[in-house]
């Protein structure tokens, strides 16, 4: 019952409606997330538009974009039903989960987990293995690991783990046959590539005053960790980000001629805004920043 002198709120269904489509700015997608019809979507948008008597939404097409007066509407109810996920989330804690890219988590992450078990043994993550987009809802992601060319989602929670350090690595059996004394002996190498980062060599060319020099890859692989390992049995020279290659680098399986530059990409932590007051998320989110922070780049 509405107190005396105030007016009653609209529909709870019908504002979350409204925010799903305003976020997705879709009522298809807004449906598909709500697990309802598009009609219903719709149906509901046009009662709260009846109701607090302003339009909200304008339709283009199949796109539906926010008005000035639906745009607060939407950044309000967004902020409202984060909190009531967030309440909810800490009274029925399960296991976390980490998106990262398949050579972030082989190279880096996998052989760290065991530490932040040992130091947090009743935290729970599952590991995801996804390099691009995420939809934290429909993937079921609670956190994720991106560099910042990837457009975040709207409601993430952003934390940033520093700068990416490039370099060209190689074993010491080929730096040995290919002696690489200053980085134009560069054009001459057997160079490696990632498709992934096909443009790694201009990138680090860049990052490391050299931007004149013609590199051309020859050879490619699928992932970052398919191309270190290529590096490190012999078969020609790769750029690589210093975290990836970090284990390699101390074993001594690989060496870094011309050190590593910083990049032109940071990473950075995505967290579902409605896991961002969990304690445990809080743990994970820590932990990463501090590992990240013991990493030394050797110049």
Known sequence: MAQPGHQPLPSLVALRAFEATARCRSMSRAAEELCVTHGAVSRHVKALEATLGVPLLTRRGQASEPTPEGLRLAEGLSAAFGLIHATVERLRPGPLTLSCSASIMLCWLIPRMAAFHRAN???????????????????????????????????????????????????????????????????????????????????????????????????????????????????????????????????????????????????????????????????????????????????
Not at 208 to 221: D, E, M, N, W
Not at 232 to 256: K, T
């Open 121 to 299: 043994p009743d935290i729970q993550v599952e590991l995801n293995m996804n390099y691009d987009k995420v939809d934290f809802s429909r993937d079921k992601i609670s956190v994720a690991i991106r560099n910042s060319t990837i457009t975040p989602p709207r409601d993430a929670l952003i934390r940033d783990l520093g700068i990416e350090w490039i370099g060209p690595v190689c074993s010491p059996d080929y730096l040995a046959s290919m002696p690489l004394s200053e980085p134009r002996d560069l054009e001459r190498a057997l160079l490696l590539s990632t498709h992934t980062r096909p443009e790694a060599w201009t990138d680090w060319a860049r990052a490391a005053g050299h931007g004149g020099l013609a590199l051309k890859p020859q050879r490619g692989f699928d992932h970052f960790y398919l191309l270190i390992q290529a590096a490190a049995c012999g078969l020609g020279v790769a750029v690589v980000p210093h975290m990836l290659a970090l284990s390699e680098l101390q074993s001594g399986r690989l060496v870094a001629p011309f050190g590593f530059a910083p990049g032109n990409r940071h990473l950075k932590i995505w967290i579902a805004s409605q896991f961002g007051f969990r304690a445990d998320v809080r743990a994970l989110e820590g932990w990463l920043v501090e590992e990240m922070r013991a990493l030394r780049v050797p110049r």
